[in-house]
């Protein structure tokens, strides 16, 4: 094990797997020359050359299509976005060619390809910079989509999603990049696809989240603990596909449950995992399924409207009191 | 058309086989390949009408000359691409007639299994790569093939055909430019009907089709694709100089289309008057102005001809009688090639049927 930051983690997976797979190369916005818009990229250049690490021109929809093209030709290309939000220019290349061509082929054409940057607000990037897009990519067969809060997640993931045969939505966080954590230094460390991690154990009520929500989840576990109430913290890590047995024990064991996420509450991810709870643990249900989510308003820039519109472990441990009946409603 | 006498038209010299180094052995195999497209869109056009075929169906009738002129020059290892009118772009590049006929129907036996019908005929086997639906999206993807050949240091060219419309979406101007900066082996083709569904073309751009790569570097060049002739040299010379490291190229294909937008769609109407498709289909037939060639230069008499078109109309029939009598995709077609790959774990599919196969 060694201790590294989430971006030396993700930097980590990207080496170790052009290493291993000369197929295996990175196209995006200043990924080469920059060392990475957010350093993910730092030192590839230099290792691999300017055929494997290759500097696009600002054409979202292009390079993802150029890439969708090679993957389609058998590479096993690496796409960056700056951020998810840039990503809206690409997703007919994402949505209607990478995730229907092995369908509409009759099998013909895997698409081993990952789409790759953070999603989610950082600090103050407003309204165009902030969005959550998770389920944008989730809505579409074809498309796994995976969300690592950690560093070892997001190491063991990314090795994960490269190996793939199939297009991954690979959407990290930001304000993720800088934080620390164990990761094991074994070239084959691999988190299968499809996996939720319970990062904490309780038994009165459980937080479902994903990605760098994981955080604020813990966070209002930590309070409700002191208030004597104990919160299992399931982090699902992958979206498609989709631990439902781990979200069905939780809450089985329960029987309520809280959702967390960094978009907006319609249609978001949030609203298919209380339908799936409802659909196949109705029975073990004590409350109501809530969820925490982003104010269903555009990002806004000052600092204090914005902190109002994110999730907060403030408003996880008052929809955890809620689904426990306790307190104020 | 091909049993029909008709006056024979200027250009149509012996000598065009020399000037453009294309033997008459070849010409009638480029006749015998265009008579194949025709008949086999004829048959696609009778089956859309008594409802044997769905969906949308773009007919490429009028516009032969350019699949074969633009594909047979190339080795079997190119890649071609298109867009949603693709069936004779199919054939030329090996696909065979039964197996597009059978896509069309929405057959098991069909081309893409059945599941992607008119718009996205796929065989890996002979690099027909699609079939695409959104205009223009196919012309990043041909920019990533040719990446894929230049990565692995390959010796393969990719054709990208689109239509004059595609030329005003981004996803064309993105991947030109980038092709240009990286020298991708791709020849970006605009076949050029001059009609985008009903938007004639100089209505919605002010400068020609040729000069639309300017702006990225990239050499433009344009023929007459009823010219088959012509469009076959052209290609073969081109082909040659992008295969050996000459960098993309862009064409523009002068041609124009015999039928509506698809079936759905009348000949003529509000946006082309019938004067003109009558016009372009009586003198810019490029079937007809090979065959006049042929006959003038002697390598062809009426006799060969009705064997040949006998040929093509058989082919056809066998092609619509393989489809009509193949069966529909199976039930578990539904949920197959979803996915490539299945993890062990978690759940992929979220319709809660409960014949997935992931649960």
């Known amino acids: ?329 | 058309m091909a049993q029909t006498k008709t006056k024979r038209k200027a250009g149509g010299s012996a000598d065009a086989f020399e000037e453009y180094g294309v033997s008459p052995e070849l010409a009638r195999d480029l006749l015998r390949e265009m008579l194949l497209y025709r008949r086999f869109e004829e048959k696609a056009e009778e089956a859309y009408a008594i409802g044997k075929i769905g969906g949308f169906c773009h007919l490429h009738i009028g516009q032969e000359g350019v699949a074969a002129g633009s594909i047979k020059p190339l080795r079997p290892e190119d890649y071609v691409i298109s867009a949603y009118r693709e069936h004779t772009q199919a054939l030329a590049k090996g696909v065979k007639p039964r197996s597009v006929m059978a896509e069309l129907y929405g057959r098991a036996t069909g081309a893409s299994g059945g599941k992607g019908g008119s718009m996205h005929i796929f065989d890996r086997d002979v690099r027909f790569m699609g079939g695409h639906g959104i205009v223009g999206a196919q012309v990043p993807l041909a920019t990533g093939l040719a990446w894929k050949i230049k990565y692995r240091e390959e010796d393969g060219v990719v054709v990208c055909f689109m239509g004059d419309a595609a030329v005003n979406q981004g996803a064309f101007h993105e991947s030109l430019n980038m092709a240009a900066i990286w020298e991708l082996p791709a020849i970006y083709v605009v076949e050029n009907n001059h009609y985008g569904m009903g938007t004639a073309f100089r209505r919605v751009s002010l400068i020609d089709m040729v000069e639309k790569s300017s702006p990225y570097g990239i050499s433009a060049s344009s023929v007459n694709g009823q010219d088959v002739l012509a469009t076959y040299a052209h290609f073969r010379d081109l082909a040659a100089v992008v295969r050996g490291g000459g960098g993309p190229r862009f064409v523009d294909v002068q041609t124009y289309r015999f039928r509506g937008h698809s079936m759905s769609d009348p000949v003529s109407g509000t946006y082309r008057p019938k004067h003109e498709v009558d016009r372009k289909t009586h003198e810019e037939d490029p079937i007809v102005l090979l065959r006049d060639r042929l006959f003038d230069g002697g390598h062809l008499d009426q006799a060969e001809l009705e064997a040949l078109d006998t040929e093509a109309r058989e082919a056809a029939q066998e092609a619509a009688d393989f489809a009509d009598q193949s069966p529909p995709p199976g039930p578990d077609a539904l949920y197959a090639n979803v996915w490539a790959e299945i993890n062990p774990h978690g759940r992929l599919n979220f319709d809660g049927r409960g014949v997935s196969p992931w649960r």
């Open chain 1, 1 to 329: 094990m060694a201790v590294m930051t989430y971006r030396e983690a993700l930097n980590a997976a990207l080496r170790e797997e052009m290493e291993r797979d000369p197929d295996v190369f990175l196209m995006g916005e200043e990924v080469a020359e920059y060392d990475g818009a957010y350093k993910v990229s730092k030192g590839l250049l230099a290792q691999f050359g300017p055929r494997r690490v290759v500097d696009s021109p600002i054409s979202e929809l292009g390079f993802t299509g150029l890439c969708v093209g090679a993957s389609m030709a058998g590479l096993r290309p690496v796409v960056e976005f700056m951020t998810f939000n840039f990503a809206f220019l690409a997703i007919d290349q994402v949505i209607n060619s990478a995730a229907k061509m092995l369908y509409m082929s009759n099998g013909q054409f895997p698409m081993p390809i990952v789409f790759r940057g953070p999603t989610g607000a950082a600090l103050q990037l407003s309204a165009q910079h902030s969005i959550a897009c998770e389920t944008y990519y989730l809505h579409s067969p074809g498309v796994k989509v995976v969300t690592p809060a950690t560093p070892a997640d997001a190491k063991g993931l990314l090795k994960a999603s490269i190996r793939d045969n199939d297009p991954v939505a690979f959407m990290e966080g930001e304000l993720l990049y800088n934080f620390k954590g164990e990761v094991p230094e074994d070239e084959d460390f691999i988190i299968p696809l499809g996996l939720a991690d319970l990062k904490r154990e309780g038994s009165d009520v459980s937080i479902i989240t994903h990605g760098k929500m994981a955080y604020v989840a813990l966070q209002a576990a930590a309070k409700l603990e002191k208030e004597g109430i104990g919160a299992d913290v399931l982090d699902l890590r992958t979206l498609r596909p989709l631990d439902v047995d781990a979200i069905l024990a939780s809450v089985r064991k329960t029987n309520r449950a809280v959702y967390v996420e960094e978009g907006w509450s319609h249609v978001g991810v949030g609203a298919q995992i209380v339908a799936i709870i409802q659909e196949e643990a109705f029975d073990d249900l004590d409350a109501p399924v809530l969820r925490v989510t982003q104010a269903d308003v555009p990002m806004p820039y000052a600092k204090n409207l914005e902190t109002m519109a994110k999730p907060s472990a403030d408003r996880v441990v008052e929809a955890c009191n809620r689904v426990l009946y306790r307190g104020a409603r």
